[in-house]
Protein backbone atom coordinates (compact mmCIF):
# COMPACT_ATOMS: atom_id res chain seq x y z
CA UNK A 1 0.00 0.00 0.00
CA UNK A 2 1.12 3.30 -0.74
CA UNK A 3 2.56 5.03 2.21
CA UNK A 4 0.66 8.46 2.67
CA UNK A 5 3.45 10.51 3.39
CA UNK A 6 5.86 9.44 0.24
CA UNK A 7 2.68 10.02 -1.79
CA UNK A 8 1.85 13.82 -0.21
CA UNK A 9 5.37 14.88 -0.56
CA UNK A 10 5.83 13.78 -4.42
CA UNK A 11 3.26 15.69 -5.50
CA UNK A 12 3.68 19.01 -6.45
CA UNK A 13 1.56 21.60 -4.30
CA UNK A 14 0.34 24.90 -5.00
CA UNK A 15 -0.30 27.50 -2.53
CA UNK A 16 -4.25 26.99 -1.87
CA UNK A 17 -3.89 23.41 -1.42
CA UNK A 18 -0.85 23.72 0.95
CA UNK A 19 -2.03 25.71 2.69
CA UNK A 20 -5.39 23.56 3.34
CA UNK A 21 -3.06 20.35 4.22
CA UNK A 22 -1.53 22.58 6.40
CA UNK A 23 -5.16 24.11 8.02
CA UNK A 24 -7.85 21.85 7.57
CA UNK A 25 -9.99 24.40 9.98
CA UNK A 26 -8.93 27.34 7.16
CA UNK A 27 -10.50 25.39 5.18
CA UNK A 28 -13.73 24.67 6.63
CA UNK A 29 -13.71 27.87 6.93
CA UNK A 30 -13.34 29.25 3.54
CA UNK A 31 -16.46 26.18 3.20
CA UNK A 32 -18.16 28.62 5.32
CA UNK A 33 -17.92 31.67 3.68
CA UNK A 34 -18.54 30.00 0.05
CA UNK A 35 -22.06 28.06 1.02
CA UNK A 36 -23.23 31.24 2.71
CA UNK A 37 -23.40 33.79 -0.41
CA UNK A 38 -25.49 31.99 -2.02
CA UNK A 39 -28.67 30.82 -0.11
CA UNK A 40 -28.14 35.17 1.28
CA UNK A 41 -31.48 35.80 -1.42
CA UNK A 42 -33.93 33.32 -0.04
CA UNK A 43 -33.63 34.52 3.71
CA UNK A 44 -36.30 37.17 3.25
CA UNK A 45 -38.55 34.19 2.29
CA UNK A 46 -41.69 33.11 4.25
CA UNK A 47 -43.03 30.61 6.32
CA UNK A 48 -44.02 27.90 3.98
CA UNK A 49 -45.93 24.16 3.92
CA UNK A 50 -46.21 22.66 7.27
CA UNK A 51 -43.75 25.48 8.85
CA UNK A 52 -46.88 27.66 10.66
CA UNK A 53 -48.19 23.95 11.10
CA UNK A 54 -45.07 22.69 14.06
CA UNK A 55 -44.50 26.44 14.96
CA UNK A 56 -47.94 26.87 16.14
CA UNK A 57 -48.05 24.73 19.09
CA UNK A 58 -45.13 26.84 20.95
CA UNK A 59 -45.96 30.27 20.08
CA UNK A 60 -46.88 30.58 23.79
CA UNK A 61 -43.63 29.35 25.01
CA UNK A 62 -41.62 31.48 28.22
CA UNK A 63 -38.03 31.50 29.51
CA UNK A 64 -39.56 29.16 32.63
CA UNK A 65 -38.36 25.29 32.36
CA UNK A 66 -41.96 24.34 32.78
CA UNK A 67 -42.90 26.07 29.39
CA UNK A 68 -39.79 25.33 28.04
CA UNK A 69 -40.50 21.26 28.43
CA UNK A 70 -44.03 21.60 27.36
CA UNK A 71 -42.97 23.41 24.16
CA UNK A 72 -39.91 20.40 23.23
CA UNK A 73 -42.58 17.48 23.88
CA UNK A 74 -45.14 19.36 22.28
CA UNK A 75 -44.92 18.01 18.39
CA UNK A 76 -46.71 15.25 17.47
CA UNK A 77 -45.15 15.22 13.85
CA UNK A 78 -42.76 12.71 14.76
CA UNK A 79 -43.09 9.05 16.76
CA UNK A 80 -40.25 10.62 19.69
CA UNK A 81 -41.89 13.65 19.11
CA UNK A 82 -38.10 15.44 17.75
CA UNK A 83 -38.22 17.39 21.20
CA UNK A 84 -34.14 18.21 20.17
CA UNK A 85 -35.25 19.79 16.83
CA UNK A 86 -38.39 21.44 18.70
CA UNK A 87 -35.91 22.83 21.83
CA UNK A 88 -34.37 24.83 18.77
CA UNK A 89 -37.14 26.24 17.72
CA UNK A 90 -38.36 27.13 21.00
CA UNK A 91 -35.38 28.79 21.43
CA UNK A 92 -35.72 31.00 18.12
CA UNK A 93 -39.10 32.33 19.37
CA UNK A 94 -37.89 33.38 22.84
CA UNK A 95 -35.05 34.97 21.23
CA UNK A 96 -36.58 36.52 17.76
CA UNK A 97 -40.22 36.09 18.17
CA UNK A 98 -42.41 34.33 15.54
CA UNK A 99 -40.69 35.98 12.35
CA UNK A 100 -39.05 34.15 9.18
CA UNK A 101 -36.09 35.54 9.18
CA UNK A 102 -34.59 34.07 12.52
CA UNK A 103 -35.32 30.80 11.92
CA UNK A 104 -33.99 30.75 8.36
CA UNK A 105 -30.86 32.24 9.48
CA UNK A 106 -30.89 29.67 12.20
CA UNK A 107 -30.96 27.14 9.55
CA UNK A 108 -28.19 28.13 7.77
CA UNK A 109 -25.93 28.41 10.73
CA UNK A 110 -26.68 25.37 10.99
CA UNK A 111 -25.99 24.18 7.41
CA UNK A 112 -22.60 25.94 7.45
CA UNK A 113 -21.83 23.77 10.58
CA UNK A 114 -22.68 20.93 9.01
CA UNK A 115 -20.90 21.71 5.68
CA UNK A 116 -17.67 21.87 7.94
CA UNK A 117 -18.50 18.52 9.60
CA UNK A 118 -19.01 17.38 6.04
CA UNK A 119 -15.32 18.58 5.45
CA UNK A 120 -14.08 16.31 7.80
CA UNK A 121 -16.23 13.44 7.45
CA UNK A 122 -14.91 13.39 3.62
CA UNK A 123 -11.75 12.97 4.79
CA UNK A 124 -12.31 9.89 7.23
CA UNK A 125 -14.06 8.27 4.42
CA UNK A 126 -11.77 8.83 1.44
CA UNK A 127 -8.93 7.69 3.52
CA UNK A 128 -11.33 4.33 3.93
CA UNK A 129 -12.10 4.39 0.19
CA UNK A 130 -8.91 5.50 -1.36
CA UNK A 131 -6.17 3.98 0.61
CA UNK A 132 -3.26 4.61 -1.60
CA UNK A 133 -3.97 8.69 -2.24
CA UNK A 134 -1.97 11.03 -0.89
CA UNK A 135 -3.03 13.33 1.91
CA UNK A 136 -3.51 16.29 -0.55
CA UNK A 137 -5.78 14.48 -2.72
CA UNK A 138 -7.89 13.36 0.21
CA UNK A 139 -7.81 16.96 1.35
CA UNK A 140 -8.60 18.84 -1.98
CA UNK A 141 -11.04 16.07 -2.49
CA UNK A 142 -12.79 16.53 0.94
CA UNK A 143 -12.94 19.86 0.51
CA UNK A 144 -14.20 19.91 -2.80
CA UNK A 145 -16.93 17.46 -1.71
CA UNK A 146 -18.24 19.50 1.10
CA UNK A 147 -18.40 22.69 -1.18
CA UNK A 148 -20.44 20.56 -3.41
CA UNK A 149 -22.99 19.62 -1.06
CA UNK A 150 -23.21 22.46 0.79
CA UNK A 151 -23.89 25.05 -2.27
CA UNK A 152 -25.78 22.19 -4.18
CA UNK A 153 -29.12 23.63 -5.30
CA UNK A 154 -30.85 21.10 -4.17
CA UNK A 155 -30.09 22.08 -0.47
CA UNK A 156 -32.29 25.19 -1.43
CA UNK A 157 -35.20 23.27 -0.13
CA UNK A 158 -33.99 22.66 3.32
CA UNK A 159 -32.44 25.13 3.92
CA UNK A 160 -34.95 27.45 3.75
CA UNK A 161 -37.58 25.47 4.61
CA UNK A 162 -37.79 25.88 8.12
CA UNK A 163 -39.29 22.53 9.77
CA UNK A 164 -36.67 21.39 7.75
CA UNK A 165 -34.45 22.21 10.58
CA UNK A 166 -35.18 18.86 11.59
CA UNK A 167 -33.76 17.01 8.93
CA UNK A 168 -30.13 19.08 9.07
CA UNK A 169 -30.07 18.69 13.03
CA UNK A 170 -30.60 15.09 12.26
CA UNK A 171 -28.48 15.01 9.70
CA UNK A 172 -25.55 17.01 11.93
CA UNK A 173 -25.33 14.73 14.55
CA UNK A 174 -25.31 11.64 12.08
CA UNK A 175 -22.47 12.90 10.31
CA UNK A 176 -20.37 13.54 14.28
CA UNK A 177 -21.32 9.83 15.12
CA UNK A 178 -20.11 8.71 11.77
CA UNK A 179 -17.16 10.38 12.33
CA UNK A 180 -16.34 9.37 15.91
CA UNK A 181 -17.14 6.01 14.30
CA UNK A 182 -14.63 5.88 11.24
CA UNK A 183 -11.89 7.87 12.89
CA UNK A 184 -12.15 4.89 15.65
CA UNK A 185 -12.66 1.89 13.29
CA UNK A 186 -9.78 3.36 11.28
CA UNK A 187 -7.22 4.44 14.15
CA UNK A 188 -4.20 1.91 14.05
CA UNK A 189 -3.25 2.74 17.24
CA UNK A 190 -3.46 0.24 20.42
CA UNK A 191 -5.48 1.51 22.68
CA UNK A 192 -7.17 0.05 26.15
CA UNK A 193 -10.56 -0.39 27.14
CA UNK A 194 -11.21 3.19 28.11
CA UNK A 195 -10.31 4.80 24.69
CA UNK A 196 -13.29 2.16 22.98
CA UNK A 197 -15.74 3.47 25.88
CA UNK A 198 -15.21 6.84 25.09
CA UNK A 199 -15.51 6.97 21.51
CA UNK A 200 -18.58 4.46 21.76
CA UNK A 201 -20.22 6.46 24.12
CA UNK A 202 -19.86 9.66 21.91
CA UNK A 203 -21.05 7.87 19.08
CA UNK A 204 -24.08 6.41 21.21
CA UNK A 205 -24.92 9.78 22.25
CA UNK A 206 -25.08 11.62 18.73
CA UNK A 207 -26.88 8.88 17.27
CA UNK A 208 -29.21 9.14 19.85
CA UNK A 209 -29.43 13.09 19.57
CA UNK A 210 -29.77 12.47 15.49
CA UNK A 211 -32.80 9.98 16.70
CA UNK A 212 -34.21 12.92 18.73
CA UNK A 213 -34.23 16.06 16.01
CA UNK A 214 -35.65 13.35 13.56
CA UNK A 215 -36.06 9.58 12.94
CA UNK A 216 -33.66 9.26 10.12
CA UNK A 217 -31.25 9.33 12.69
CA UNK A 218 -31.42 5.67 13.23
CA UNK A 219 -30.13 5.20 10.10
CA UNK A 220 -26.66 5.64 11.27
CA UNK A 221 -25.70 2.18 11.99
CA UNK A 222 -26.94 1.36 7.99
CA UNK A 223 -24.55 4.03 6.72
CA UNK A 224 -21.61 2.48 8.79
CA UNK A 225 -22.20 -0.89 7.58
CA UNK A 226 -22.68 0.84 3.53
CA UNK A 227 -19.13 2.41 4.69
CA UNK A 228 -18.33 -1.20 5.34
CA UNK A 229 -19.20 -2.95 2.49
CA UNK A 230 -17.81 -0.44 -0.19
CA UNK A 231 -14.40 -0.20 1.28
CA UNK A 232 -11.41 -2.04 -0.61
CA UNK A 233 -10.43 -5.67 1.02
CA UNK A 234 -6.98 -3.61 2.89
CA UNK A 235 -9.37 -0.76 4.35
CA UNK A 236 -12.05 -3.90 5.65
CA UNK A 237 -9.22 -5.31 7.71
CA UNK A 238 -8.20 -2.14 9.76
CA UNK A 239 -12.18 -1.63 10.03
CA UNK A 240 -12.84 -5.19 11.64
CA UNK A 241 -9.27 -6.12 12.79
CA UNK A 242 -9.10 -5.85 16.73
CA UNK A 243 -11.65 -7.48 19.79
CA UNK A 244 -12.22 -3.69 20.29
CA UNK A 245 -13.78 -2.89 16.77
CA UNK A 246 -15.86 -5.94 16.85
CA UNK A 247 -17.20 -4.85 19.74
CA UNK A 248 -17.86 -1.74 18.46
CA UNK A 249 -19.39 -3.19 15.55
CA UNK A 250 -21.83 -5.18 17.19
CA UNK A 251 -22.88 -2.93 19.88
CA UNK A 252 -23.03 0.07 17.65
CA UNK A 253 -24.70 -1.44 13.98
CA UNK A 254 -25.07 -4.94 14.45
CA UNK A 255 -27.82 -4.99 17.39
CA UNK A 256 -29.06 -1.47 17.23
CA UNK A 257 -30.15 -3.16 13.41
CA UNK A 258 -31.79 -6.09 15.18
CA UNK A 259 -33.52 -4.00 17.22
CA UNK A 260 -34.68 -1.75 14.47
CA UNK A 261 -36.13 -4.75 12.95
CA UNK A 262 -37.43 -6.18 15.85
CA UNK A 263 -39.72 -2.36 16.13
CA UNK A 264 -40.42 -2.20 12.65
CA UNK A 265 -41.88 -5.82 13.15
CA UNK A 266 -44.10 -5.56 16.03
CA UNK A 267 -44.91 -1.57 15.03
CA UNK A 268 -45.85 -2.90 11.22
CA UNK A 269 -49.71 -2.36 11.74
CA UNK A 270 -50.27 1.05 13.35
CA UNK A 271 -46.86 1.96 11.01
CA UNK A 272 -48.58 1.10 8.05
CA UNK A 273 -51.44 3.31 7.78
CA UNK A 274 -52.09 3.90 4.21
CA UNK A 275 -56.02 4.70 4.78
CA UNK A 276 -54.74 8.60 4.45
CA UNK A 277 -52.74 8.07 1.35
CA UNK A 278 -53.77 8.20 -2.05
CA UNK A 279 -51.71 5.16 -2.88
CA UNK A 280 -51.42 1.69 -1.44
CA UNK A 281 -48.01 -0.14 -0.04
CA UNK A 282 -47.34 -1.85 -3.29
CA UNK A 283 -47.78 1.04 -5.37
CA UNK A 284 -45.34 3.41 -3.05
CA UNK A 285 -43.00 0.93 -3.81
CA UNK A 286 -43.53 0.36 -7.46
CA UNK A 287 -43.43 4.17 -7.02
CA UNK A 288 -40.16 5.36 -5.24
CA UNK A 289 -37.50 3.73 -7.55
CA UNK A 290 -38.79 6.72 -10.15
CA UNK A 291 -38.47 9.15 -7.55
CA UNK A 292 -35.14 8.23 -6.34
CA UNK A 293 -33.80 8.04 -10.36
CA UNK A 294 -35.57 11.78 -10.55
CA UNK A 295 -33.67 13.08 -7.60
CA UNK A 296 -29.97 11.31 -9.08
CA UNK A 297 -31.36 13.00 -12.03
CA UNK A 298 -31.21 16.20 -10.16
CA UNK A 299 -28.22 15.44 -8.51
CA UNK A 300 -26.19 15.38 -11.62
CA UNK A 301 -28.23 18.41 -13.46
CA UNK A 302 -29.48 20.07 -11.22
CA UNK A 303 -31.95 22.55 -13.14
CA UNK A 304 -34.35 24.89 -11.35
CA UNK A 305 -37.06 24.17 -13.63
CA UNK A 306 -37.32 20.80 -12.13
CA UNK A 307 -36.96 21.12 -8.78
CA UNK A 308 -39.41 22.56 -5.99
CA UNK A 309 -40.90 21.65 -2.83
CA UNK A 310 -44.12 20.96 -4.14
CA UNK A 311 -43.44 17.16 -5.44
CA UNK A 312 -47.16 16.31 -5.45
CA UNK A 313 -47.46 15.79 -9.01
CA UNK A 314 -45.54 12.77 -9.18
CA UNK A 315 -47.03 10.01 -11.00
CA UNK A 316 -48.33 6.90 -9.12
CA UNK A 317 -47.11 3.69 -10.76
CA UNK A 318 -49.88 0.78 -10.75
CA UNK A 319 -49.67 -2.99 -10.18
CA UNK A 320 -50.72 -3.27 -13.64
CA UNK A 321 -47.36 -1.51 -15.07
CA UNK A 322 -44.75 -4.06 -16.48
CA UNK A 323 -41.65 -0.96 -16.65
CA UNK A 324 -42.49 -0.34 -12.93
CA UNK A 325 -41.93 -3.60 -12.10
CA UNK A 326 -38.83 -4.34 -13.95
CA UNK A 327 -37.44 -0.90 -12.13
CA UNK A 328 -38.25 -2.00 -8.78
CA UNK A 329 -36.41 -5.05 -9.31
CA UNK A 330 -33.41 -3.39 -10.66
CA UNK A 331 -33.12 -1.17 -8.21
CA UNK A 332 -33.32 -4.04 -5.73
CA UNK A 333 -29.98 -5.70 -7.82
CA UNK A 334 -28.20 -2.42 -7.32
CA UNK A 335 -26.85 -2.76 -4.33
CA UNK A 336 -26.25 -5.93 -4.56
CA UNK A 337 -23.85 -5.11 -7.70
CA UNK A 338 -22.57 -2.42 -6.22
CA UNK A 339 -20.96 -4.49 -3.23
CA UNK A 340 -19.85 -7.01 -6.34
CA UNK A 341 -17.98 -4.57 -7.76
CA UNK A 342 -16.55 -2.70 -4.69
CA UNK A 343 -13.10 -4.02 -5.40
CA UNK A 344 -12.42 -2.72 -8.51
CA UNK A 345 -14.86 1.02 -7.82
CA UNK A 346 -14.93 1.48 -4.37
CA UNK A 347 -16.11 4.81 -4.95
CA UNK A 348 -18.86 4.00 -7.85
CA UNK A 349 -19.96 1.38 -4.77
CA UNK A 350 -19.82 3.90 -1.72
CA UNK A 351 -22.24 6.21 -3.62
CA UNK A 352 -24.79 3.71 -4.49
CA UNK A 353 -24.81 2.46 -1.27
CA UNK A 354 -24.57 5.51 1.09
CA UNK A 355 -27.30 7.30 -1.28
CA UNK A 356 -29.59 4.02 -0.49
CA UNK A 357 -28.81 3.70 3.01
CA UNK A 358 -29.91 7.59 3.56
CA UNK A 359 -33.02 6.86 1.85
CA UNK A 360 -33.61 3.78 3.77
CA UNK A 361 -36.57 5.53 5.47
CA UNK A 362 -38.19 7.54 3.87
CA UNK A 363 -38.17 5.82 0.24
CA UNK A 364 -39.29 2.66 1.36
CA UNK A 365 -42.09 0.99 3.08
CA UNK A 366 -43.63 3.91 5.62
CA UNK A 367 -46.44 5.51 4.46
CA UNK A 368 -44.76 9.19 3.77
CA UNK A 369 -45.64 11.31 0.59
CA UNK A 370 -44.19 10.29 -2.06
CA UNK A 371 -41.10 12.83 -2.71
CA UNK A 372 -39.78 15.37 -0.93
CA UNK A 373 -36.24 17.12 -2.43
CA UNK A 374 -35.50 17.25 1.62
CA UNK A 375 -34.95 13.65 2.09
CA UNK A 376 -31.56 14.36 -0.30
CA UNK A 377 -30.20 16.74 2.26
CA UNK A 378 -27.50 13.74 3.56
CA UNK A 379 -28.26 11.33 0.97
CA UNK A 380 -26.13 13.75 -0.82
CA UNK A 381 -22.90 13.40 0.25
CA UNK A 382 -22.09 10.20 -0.61
CA UNK A 383 -22.36 11.36 -4.34
CA UNK A 384 -20.49 14.16 -3.85
CA UNK A 385 -17.60 12.84 -2.23
CA UNK A 386 -17.26 9.93 -4.97
CA UNK A 387 -17.78 13.14 -8.34
CA UNK A 388 -15.14 15.14 -6.15
CA UNK A 389 -12.52 12.34 -5.90
CA UNK A 390 -13.37 11.29 -9.62
CA UNK A 391 -13.24 14.80 -11.27
CA UNK A 392 -10.28 15.97 -9.47
CA UNK A 393 -8.40 12.32 -10.58
CA UNK A 394 -9.39 13.42 -14.45
CA UNK A 395 -8.61 16.62 -14.21
CA UNK A 396 -5.16 16.27 -12.77
CA UNK A 397 -4.49 13.21 -15.23
CA UNK A 398 -5.11 15.25 -17.92
CA UNK A 399 -4.56 18.75 -17.60
CA UNK A 400 -3.18 19.44 -13.73
CA UNK A 401 -2.40 23.16 -14.92
CA UNK A 402 -6.48 23.66 -15.12
CA UNK A 403 -7.52 22.03 -11.88
CA UNK A 404 -8.03 24.73 -9.93
CA UNK A 405 -9.87 26.31 -13.18
CA UNK A 406 -12.13 23.27 -13.35
CA UNK A 407 -12.88 22.98 -9.74
CA UNK A 408 -13.75 26.67 -9.71
CA UNK A 409 -16.31 26.44 -12.67
CA UNK A 410 -18.21 23.62 -11.28
CA UNK A 411 -18.50 25.27 -7.58
CA UNK A 412 -19.78 28.64 -9.41
CA UNK A 413 -21.71 26.76 -11.73
CA UNK A 414 -23.37 25.10 -8.70
CA UNK A 415 -23.44 28.40 -6.52
CA UNK A 416 -24.89 30.39 -9.39
CA UNK A 417 -28.10 28.14 -9.68
CA UNK A 418 -28.35 27.76 -6.28
CA UNK A 419 -28.11 31.87 -5.87
CA UNK A 420 -31.08 32.09 -8.75
CA UNK A 421 -32.93 29.51 -6.92
CA UNK A 422 -33.01 31.06 -3.41
CA UNK A 423 -33.97 34.29 -5.54
CA UNK A 424 -36.83 32.71 -5.98
CA UNK A 425 -37.87 31.67 -2.65
CA UNK A 426 -37.50 35.39 -1.58
CA UNK A 427 -40.86 35.80 -1.07
CA UNK A 428 -44.23 34.11 -1.37
CA UNK A 429 -45.31 35.43 -4.26
CA UNK A 430 -42.23 34.81 -6.43
CA UNK A 431 -42.32 31.38 -4.76
CA UNK A 432 -45.60 30.72 -5.52
CA UNK A 433 -45.94 31.69 -9.16
CA UNK A 434 -42.69 29.91 -10.08
CA UNK A 435 -43.64 26.65 -7.99
CA UNK A 436 -46.56 26.63 -10.28
CA UNK A 437 -44.95 27.30 -13.38
CA UNK A 438 -42.34 24.39 -12.92
CA UNK A 439 -44.96 22.20 -11.76
CA UNK A 440 -48.46 22.88 -13.45
CA UNK A 441 -50.12 19.43 -12.05
CA UNK A 442 -49.05 20.31 -8.54
CA UNK A 443 -52.27 20.56 -6.40
CA UNK A 444 -50.40 22.69 -4.06
CA UNK A 445 -48.64 24.74 -5.83
CA UNK A 446 -51.59 25.99 -8.07
CA UNK A 447 -53.30 26.44 -4.71
CA UNK A 448 -50.62 28.40 -3.03
CA UNK A 449 -50.66 30.61 -7.05
CA UNK A 450 -54.19 30.82 -6.05
CA UNK A 451 -53.61 32.45 -2.97
CA UNK A 452 -51.51 34.86 -4.01
CA UNK A 453 -53.89 36.25 -6.97
CA UNK A 454 -56.68 35.82 -4.35
CA UNK A 455 -54.58 38.94 -2.09
CA UNK A 456 -53.91 40.61 -5.21
CA UNK A 457 -58.12 40.48 -6.33
CA UNK A 458 -57.49 38.32 -9.05
CA UNK A 459 -60.66 35.19 -8.01
CA UNK A 460 -60.84 34.44 -11.64
CA UNK A 461 -57.39 33.27 -11.84
CA UNK A 462 -57.36 31.58 -8.90
CA UNK A 463 -60.99 29.82 -9.76
CA UNK A 464 -59.18 29.10 -12.78
CA UNK A 465 -56.34 27.28 -11.03
CA UNK A 466 -58.58 24.85 -8.72
CA UNK A 467 -60.90 24.39 -12.05
CA UNK A 468 -57.49 22.87 -14.19
CA UNK A 469 -56.65 20.66 -11.03
CA UNK A 470 -60.76 19.21 -10.42
CA UNK A 471 -59.74 17.87 -14.24
CA UNK A 472 -56.73 16.66 -13.76
CA UNK A 473 -57.06 14.93 -10.59
CA UNK A 474 -60.84 14.13 -10.19
CA UNK A 475 -60.50 12.11 -7.05
CA UNK A 476 -58.45 14.10 -5.44
CA UNK A 477 -60.11 15.64 -1.88
CA UNK A 478 -58.76 19.24 -2.28
CA UNK A 479 -59.15 21.38 -5.71
CA UNK A 480 -63.48 20.40 -4.93
CA UNK A 481 -62.84 21.45 -0.89
CA UNK A 482 -61.27 25.28 -2.47
CA UNK A 483 -64.90 25.85 -3.70
CA UNK A 484 -65.59 26.58 -0.23
CA UNK A 485 -62.87 29.04 0.73
CA UNK A 486 -64.31 30.76 -2.98
CA UNK A 487 -67.04 30.68 -1.30
CA UNK A 488 -66.34 32.38 1.33
CA UNK A 489 -64.50 35.00 -0.18
CA UNK A 490 -67.47 35.98 -2.60
CA UNK A 491 -71.10 35.17 -2.69
CA UNK A 492 -71.19 34.01 -5.95
CA UNK A 493 -69.77 31.37 -6.19
CA UNK A 494 -70.97 28.34 -6.64
CA UNK A 495 -69.77 24.70 -4.19
CA UNK A 496 -69.58 21.72 -5.81
CA UNK A 497 -71.25 19.97 -2.81
CA UNK A 498 -71.53 16.77 -4.73
CA UNK A 499 -68.11 16.64 -5.63
CA UNK A 500 -66.72 17.36 -2.27
CA UNK A 501 -68.74 14.59 -0.67
CA UNK A 502 -67.67 12.31 -3.69
CA UNK A 503 -63.95 12.89 -3.23
CA UNK A 504 -64.04 13.21 0.80
CA UNK A 505 -65.73 9.77 1.18
CA UNK A 506 -62.69 7.88 -0.39
CA UNK A 507 -60.38 8.97 2.24
CA UNK A 508 -63.16 10.02 5.18
CA UNK A 509 -60.75 9.76 8.08
CA UNK A 510 -57.99 10.94 6.77
CA UNK A 511 -56.20 14.49 7.94
CA UNK A 512 -56.95 16.49 4.70
CA UNK A 513 -60.28 16.03 4.64
CA UNK A 514 -60.91 16.55 8.41
CA UNK A 515 -58.39 19.46 8.78
CA UNK A 516 -60.59 21.06 5.58
CA UNK A 517 -63.57 21.20 7.68
CA UNK A 518 -62.11 22.12 10.95
CA UNK A 519 -60.74 24.85 8.94
CA UNK A 520 -64.27 26.17 7.12
CA UNK A 521 -66.27 25.26 10.32
CA UNK A 522 -64.17 27.51 12.18
CA UNK A 523 -64.18 30.34 9.17
CA UNK A 524 -68.18 30.07 9.28
CA UNK A 525 -68.72 29.72 13.15
CA UNK A 526 -66.48 33.03 13.59
CA UNK A 527 -68.80 34.85 11.05
CA UNK A 528 -65.99 35.32 7.86
CA UNK A 529 -67.73 33.61 5.48
CA UNK A 530 -70.02 35.03 2.89
CA UNK A 531 -71.40 32.55 0.89
CA UNK A 532 -71.88 29.43 2.84
CA UNK A 533 -74.53 29.87 6.06
CA UNK A 534 -73.67 27.49 9.46
CA UNK A 535 -76.76 25.53 8.48
CA UNK A 536 -75.68 24.58 5.26
CA UNK A 537 -72.54 23.64 6.04
CA UNK A 538 -74.37 21.81 9.37
CA UNK A 539 -76.39 19.92 6.60
CA UNK A 540 -72.92 19.05 4.41
CA UNK A 541 -71.61 17.54 8.05
CA UNK A 542 -74.27 15.49 9.03
CA UNK A 543 -73.94 13.84 5.35
CA UNK A 544 -69.91 13.23 5.95
CA UNK A 545 -70.89 11.75 9.41
CA UNK A 546 -73.06 9.57 7.94
CA UNK A 547 -70.94 8.72 5.43
CA UNK A 548 -68.00 8.02 7.88
CA UNK A 549 -70.69 5.40 10.22
CA UNK A 550 -71.59 3.57 7.00
CA UNK A 551 -67.65 3.27 6.37
CA UNK A 552 -67.62 2.23 10.09
CA UNK A 553 -64.50 4.98 10.93
CA UNK A 554 -65.80 5.46 14.24
CA UNK A 555 -63.08 8.83 14.68
CA UNK A 556 -64.67 10.69 11.83
CA UNK A 557 -67.87 10.36 12.96
CA UNK A 558 -67.09 11.97 16.22
CA UNK A 559 -65.16 14.57 14.31
CA UNK A 560 -67.64 15.82 11.96
CA UNK A 561 -70.24 15.50 15.40
CA UNK A 562 -67.64 17.79 17.31
CA UNK A 563 -67.30 20.35 14.03
CA UNK A 564 -71.45 20.56 13.92
CA UNK A 565 -71.26 21.09 17.70
CA UNK A 566 -68.54 23.69 17.46
CA UNK A 567 -71.06 25.91 14.75
CA UNK A 568 -73.30 26.25 17.73
CA UNK A 569 -71.68 27.03 20.73
CA UNK A 570 -72.07 30.66 20.28
CA UNK A 571 -76.12 30.54 18.35
CA UNK A 572 -77.80 27.77 20.45
CA UNK A 573 -75.32 26.25 23.21
CA UNK A 574 -78.18 23.73 24.40
CA UNK A 575 -77.94 21.83 21.11
CA UNK A 576 -74.60 22.46 20.96
CA UNK A 577 -73.69 20.65 24.41
CA UNK A 578 -76.09 17.65 23.35
CA UNK A 579 -73.90 17.25 20.07
CA UNK A 580 -70.83 17.49 22.40
CA UNK A 581 -72.25 14.32 24.22
CA UNK A 582 -72.89 12.77 21.45
CA UNK A 583 -69.75 12.38 20.24
CA UNK A 584 -68.57 11.13 23.20
CA UNK A 585 -70.58 8.58 22.96
CA UNK A 586 -69.53 7.56 20.07
CA UNK A 587 -65.92 7.07 21.96
CA UNK A 588 -65.47 8.04 24.88
CA UNK A 589 -61.94 6.54 24.85
CA UNK A 590 -60.83 8.93 22.08
CA UNK A 591 -57.90 11.41 22.41
CA UNK A 592 -59.14 14.76 23.36
CA UNK A 593 -62.99 14.46 23.36
CA UNK A 594 -63.60 14.94 27.08
CA UNK A 595 -61.03 18.22 26.89
CA UNK A 596 -62.51 19.85 24.28
CA UNK A 597 -66.27 18.95 26.41
CA UNK A 598 -64.31 20.26 29.21
CA UNK A 599 -63.22 23.51 27.51
CA UNK A 600 -67.28 24.38 26.22
CA UNK A 601 -68.37 23.87 29.14
CA UNK A 602 -66.35 26.40 30.91
CA UNK A 603 -67.10 28.65 28.49
CA UNK A 604 -70.65 28.21 29.58
CA UNK A 605 -69.96 28.72 33.23
CA UNK A 606 -70.58 25.19 34.55
CA UNK A 607 -68.03 24.11 36.67
CA UNK A 608 -69.27 20.71 37.83
CA UNK A 609 -69.90 19.51 34.40
CA UNK A 610 -65.90 21.06 33.50
CA UNK A 611 -64.88 19.12 36.33
CA UNK A 612 -66.78 15.83 35.74
CA UNK A 613 -65.04 16.46 32.26
CA UNK A 614 -62.14 17.30 33.55
CA UNK A 615 -61.20 14.21 35.50
CA UNK A 616 -62.34 11.82 32.60
CA UNK A 617 -59.73 13.58 30.87
CA UNK A 618 -57.42 13.22 33.06
CA UNK A 619 -58.15 9.65 33.56
CA UNK A 620 -56.99 9.00 29.87
CA UNK A 621 -53.85 11.56 30.03
CA UNK A 622 -50.05 10.05 31.50
CA UNK A 623 -49.34 12.94 34.01
CA UNK A 624 -45.85 12.94 32.02
CA UNK A 625 -47.50 13.99 29.24
CA UNK A 626 -47.69 18.46 27.74
CA UNK A 627 -51.21 17.40 27.73
CA UNK A 628 -51.47 16.91 31.43
CA UNK A 629 -50.37 20.85 31.62
CA UNK A 630 -52.95 22.23 29.67
CA UNK A 631 -55.31 19.81 31.65
CA UNK A 632 -54.19 21.53 35.15
CA UNK A 633 -54.18 24.61 33.32
CA UNK A 634 -58.14 23.85 32.46
CA UNK A 635 -58.56 22.67 36.19
CA UNK A 636 -57.55 25.81 37.56
CA UNK A 637 -59.71 27.78 35.48
CA UNK A 638 -62.68 25.35 35.90
CA UNK A 639 -62.37 25.97 39.80
CA UNK A 640 -62.45 29.24 39.57
CA UNK A 641 -65.69 29.75 38.28
CA UNK A 642 -68.71 30.32 40.72
CA UNK A 643 -70.11 26.96 42.18
Known amino acids: MLDRSTAAQGAPHSRGSFLIARSPLLAALILTILCAAPFAPGLTGPFLLDDWGNLEPLLN ?28 FAMNLLLA ?30 RILAPA ?22 Q ?27 RFLTDTTKHGARHWLKSFVLYAAATFLAVLSKENGALVPLILLAIFLAAPPEARATLFGTREKKLFWLGGVVAPMMVAVVCLLIGWNSLMGFSGR ?47 WATLVAFLAIPVIAVRLHKRFPMFAFAILWFLACHAMESTVLPLELAFEHRNYLALLGPAIATAYGLLGLFEHYSPRLTGAAVLATVAALGFTTFHRASQ ?51 EFFPFAMDMDFACDSTGHEVDWAGIHRTAARDIGGSEVLGYFNHISIVVANGSCQGISWRQLDAHLVRLADEAKRQRSTWAQQYFTVLRASLRENIDPPAASELFYQAADLDPKAKDIWTRIAMFEIAQNNRA ?21 RLAQLRATAESLQR
Do not use: C
Not at 98 to 122: D, E, M, R, W
Not at 609 to 629: D, H, I, M, R
Open 97 to 126: GPYPLPFKLTNLAIHLITGGLAFFVSQSLL
Open 156 to 182: VSTVLYVVQRMTMLSALFMLIAILVAT
Open 425 to 475: WSSEETFALTEARNHPDSIRAQNLAGIVERRRGNMTSAIARMDAMKKAHPN
Open 609 to 629: QALVALNTAESQTPTWSPSAK
Open 61 to 88: VNPSLESIYAAVFNNASGVLLRPVSNLS
Open 278 to 324: SFTLVERLLTEPFVLMGYVRTILIPAPSVMGLFLDDTPIRSAADPLA
Open 133 to 154: ASERRVLLSALFAAIIWAVHPL
